[in-house]
């Protein structure tokens, strides 16, 4: 992944990531705002559809995210190195 992430949607199962950005306007940012999805949280991908749908894992908190929000976040993944 880029320096400036990628969006979520492209994360495979099982994978942790952190979120770099958010993207989308000022109600989409709030929203994810409000899940607890801003820059700097790790999530783990725990279920992937072909098409970007997804459940991502905050926590103890479990998250169904439809395509276009999984294209909103850009994530890079979190290596084992940087979890230690």
Same mark, same amino acid.
């Given at each position: 992944?880029?320096?400036?992430?990628?969006?979520?949607?492209?994360?495979?199962?099982?994978?942790?990531?952190?979120?770099?950005?958010?993207?989308?306007?000022?109600?989409?940012?709030? +929203? &994810?705002?409000?899940?607890?999805? =801003?820059?700097? /949280?790790? !999530?783990? $991908?725990?279920?992937?559809?072909?098409?970007? #749908?997804?459940?991502?894992?905050?926590?103890?908190? +479990? &998250?169904?995210?439809?395509?276009? =929000?999984?294209? /909103?976040? !850009?994530? $890079?993944?979190?290596?084992?190195?940087?979890? #230690?």
């Amino acid at each position: 992944m880029s320096a400036g992430g990628l969006p979520l949607a492209m994360a495979g199962t099982d994978e942790r990531v952190k979120v770099v950005a958010v993207s989308g306007d000022q109600n989409d940012q709030r +929203r &994810l705002f409000d899940l607890g999805i =801003v820059v700097g /949280k790790e !999530l783990t $991908v725990t279920q992937r559809q072909t098409d970007g #749908r997804m459940v991502v894992a905050l926590g103890d908190l +479990r &998250l169904a995210l439809g395509v276009g =929000v999984t294209r /909103k976040i !850009l994530v $890079v993944p979190v290596s084992d190195v940087e979890t #230690r």
